[in-house]
């Protein structure tokens, strides 16, 4: 899994190439690859409208519905499973009632 650095970290990578360091020499400084620092430079560019791209905060949104929607998934296959155990399988959409 990818190490995670603190936005204030990544601040000051990008405020040190924005001030005319190298990108190879800061990565070596600083003990993290340069490609790191280009990543996190496109996302930068992006996030400020230089580029276009789906920014971080939409990122970070994106990424919790889809966990949310992963977690509603089970959730219902576990409902239709123990209504098939129990005999009782009804449509998504509610289906018909018996008339009485």
Known sequence: MPRSYPPEFRRKVLDLVTSGRKVAEVAQLLGISD??????????????????GTNSIDQSELAVARKRIAELEAELAIHRRAAELLGEVTSPKGGSKPSA
């Open 35 to 52: 490609q790191t620092i280009y990543v996190w430079r496109r996302q930068h560019l992006i996030d400020t409208g230089q580029l276009p």
